[in-house]
């Protein structure tokens, strides 16, 4: 390319009407020839005076490029004798085209292919019947406005910071620790309380400390799918465990010699909806010692329980330091609040803290110190109490409507607790199209993740939330689901 | 234990005094009692009458002490016949006693152990010389708290939800893609951007999804801790990469057949201060080519240069899709906030954010969006001008003060950038006691992280931040350090 077509090429790509300035407007048109080899190693270029006037620009602009070009190498000046192109640019790398684009397109790892074949979770956050999520629009937001703000500011700077210990912000540690004390029956001081951008990374965590790539973390069928998902994309095989009247049996499970790990929610097991009896999780307690195994107790919506007290948290009847109890503020607060906790054995309290600030280096301590505050201040134990009879009433409105609308063709997990109910078909009926069916009614249907098989419930069971449904809609809804039903089996 | 010892044992345990309340109190004692055995399974309770009467409390607190009890399954009623410990209690797990405990434990994973010996951060964020963070006491935090204020509430109820997609509030993306166009070179759609809770997860996602476990990261050697650590608990081998006077040489540096990754920071090497010439980025690419390597460019503190616009990015040189571009607001805004992002070839994109919603969970969408509006409404580049001009101002400050109190004996990096300054010196020193030396002084010096043999400033080499530390308290903390060399060098 010779000068006067630089001048040319300049002439057609500039404009006064883009919003970029003229001279880096300037810059970017003889860069890019450098880079794609218009511009040749060597090659010499107008003058600034030259090109300003062919351009109809100042002198200063042209000038103003230049500089820049010259500054980061694309160009060089000789005092005297002009400005050229630099000999460095002439490298074979620029200058590609699309097609050759694709050629060189490099691909995931096989582990980033495997992650993308793992569960995953819906991506719609209210309405009949998404399972998972409370009522964010009975949260009181205007309280938490106020909570945050408080903290966001000068007066404490160290919130702005990095969290100094990995375990999170010592006011919330301590926050947490009473509130499981009381609530949870949960054992542990503060520091064992690890703070957590939400149950993913608490997974994540465990996964990281207690077991090796290649170990199997035994998860109970069906269970949550970030459990699989977590644990395998942190290198864990997946076994099955054993479901049963009684929650997880490991008794009845297969636990190989790899076996690190065991992953249970014997308050609320998801999505069944079954309650471990005090037997069976002593008898848990023994099977993890016998096969020596850790127990991650996912504790996910204990705060909701509509007949009395909540059981005791398996932590608490641990005696030997085995149980890892995983909570969340996702369920009692808002969705998208990522937070939880760890409840980890003493003698890995320090390990924990100080992994999760090397591998993770978390912050966002002016949220955490707002999260303190509403617990102490009461503000969560009272919105747990409300949102206990709202859910309740909840619950109970959709048992009545189900039961009036399909009768004995289903039968209904049995625990007045969480913000979900497992519906089992008791006549063969296709699940998957059940699904198409609903969302025809503009309905979303949780789906059961199975790990190994499942005959008795795998295609014939779906999961409904009613923690984000109205009173008001919930009998719109089951209408809809009626109809589904009815379309599934062919009656209509 | 008789029942008469029940009732000792409760009328010793029981307080008035104790904030809990007594049928809490009650319930406790005798669940711990039954726990341990001292209650044995079969064995009849005093009935509530009796015991009511025995402590002195009203027969209801016993009543619903008991009732719980039952609920849980440590005690059984029996109409007529009273009220006994549970059978199903008659487990071996309950009783250990502390000692027992310690037999039991079980200890941390490999993986586990492996990762408490990787590298970590400072715990100290502020003051001379901390690197690696900038001045929050500048920080425009009532117009940050205007804006998270603005976005927590009913206005927006999908914002209190998880990320829908994975990659981030799609008004952060287009923010920072716009924002990157202009101030970077960087070539990406919004759909490039991956929103991420800062650098850490950015390069646990890359190893996650661009390696294998054993695979080899080639990293500048020496480095920044986030590097060797995030990729290592990741499962990836650490190779050194040599830094010369021109940044990392991918030709002069052994790369391995399974490299599968470099890690660079070509706008600002860290620690030693480096800018990449044009020539150098150009090979960088080239060499990747050549190798098969991915190209992780972190640009972590890009938008602080003194001496004119920054170079444009490695990533905007690319021309066939092979470099990852790591991006932070934590030293643009403040250390705390954790949000960074990653650009990643477009053919990744959908990868990269399906990964992110499977394995992270992201939420937190009230701070993103207060984010894009900070961006978007001008905040974000009015900050970084003004922060630009205090840091250049504190950088020469800096370089003149020590100049003047090491002379000779110390060589600084020279590039007009960033947040720290690399100190050298041209004298054999122990840094090890120079550090010890500067605490005395109540000053906090970096530690440059090294990963392969450096001996030409291993051990003599530290790096100064002055982000943290206001003018005035710049010529103090060199007058500090003079006397921490001079101590360190015998001379007091």
């Not at 002593?282 to 107790?297: I, K, T």
């Not at 995983?326 to 009692?332: C, E, I, R």
């Not at 969480?418 to 296709?430: A, E, I, K, S, Y």
């Not at 309905?443 to 098989?453: E, K, Y």
């Amino acid at each position: 390319m010779r000068a006067v077509l630089l001048t040319d090429l300049l002439s057609q790509a500039l404009s006064e009407a883009n919003p970029v300035p003229m001279q880096r407007q300037i810059y970017d048109v003889i860069r890019r020839a450098v880079l794609d080899h218009s511009l040749v190693a060597g090659q010499k270029l107008p003058s600034s005076r030259a090109l300003a006037e062919e351009l109809g620009v100042s002198r200063i602009t042209v000038s103003l490029a230049y500089d820049r070009l010259i500054a980061e190498n694309y160009l060089t000046a000789s005092t005297g004798s002009g400005t050229f192109v630099a000999a460095t640019t002439d490298l074979p790398l620029a200058g590609k085209s699309e097609a050759s684009h694709a050629r060189h397109t490099m691909a995931l790892s096989q582990r980033g292919t495997m992650i993308g074949t793992l569960p995953g979770g819906l991506q719609q956050f209210h309405g009949a019947f998404v399972p998972g999520v409370p009522d964010a629009s009975l949260f009181p937001f205007h309280l938490w406005r106020r909570l945050v703000s408080r903290h966001i500011g000068k007066g404490d700077l160290a919130l702005a910071g990095y969290a100094a210990d990995g375990g999170g912000l010592p006011a919330l540690r301590q926050a947490v620790a009473s509130y499981l004390k009381i609530s949870r029956s949960v054992v542990c001081d503060p520091e064992q309380v690890i703070i957590t951008a939400g149950t993913h990374q608490s997974i994540d965590l465990c996964a990281r400390m207690l077991a090796d790539p290649g170990d199997m973390a035994v998860i109970e069928n069906p269970c949550h799918w970030a459990f699989p998902t977590v644990l395998a994309a942190a290198g864990m095989q997946i076994g099955a465990g054993v479901v049963d009247e009684g929650g997880l049996s490991l008794a009845a499970s297969h636990v190989p010699r790899h076996a690190r790990l065991v992953v249970t929610s014997p308050s609320h097991q998801y999505p069944t909806g079954v309650v471990m009896p005090l037997a069976r999780r002593l008898e848990l307690l023994q099977g993890a010692r016998d096969h020596n195994l850790w127990v991650m107790e996912d504790d996910y919506d204990s705060e909701f329980r509509y007949d009395g007290t909540p059981l005791p948290s398996l932590q608490g009847l641990d005696s030997d330091a085995r149980v890892i109890y995983v909570g969340t503020f996702s369920k009692a607060m808002f969705a998208g609040i990522r937070l939880g906790y760890l409840v980890v054995p003493a003698h890995l309290a320090q390990a924990f803290a100080s992994a999760s600030a090397r591998i993770y280096r978390p912050g966002q301590l002016h949220i955490q110190a707002a999260l303190a505050d509403y617990i102490d201040e009461g503000h969560f134990a009272q919105h747990i109490r409300r949102m206990r009879v709202e859910y309740g009433e909840r619950q109970q409105l959709l048992r009545t409507s189900l039961a009036r609308a399909l009768g004995d063709s289903i039968t209904l997990s049995e625990a007045r607790a969480g913000l979900h109910l497992f519906m089992r078909f008791n006549l063969p009926l296709d699940a998957a199209v059940l699904h198409a069916r609903a969302v025809e009614e503009k309905l979303v249907l949780g789906v059961p993740r199975f790990i190994g098989a499942r005959p008795d419930i795998d295609g014939r069971s779906v999961v409904l939330g009613f923690g984000g449904v109205p009173q008001d809609h919930i009998a719109r809804g089951v209408n809809g689901l009626k109809r589904a039903v009815e379309r599934t089996l062919g009656r209509r």
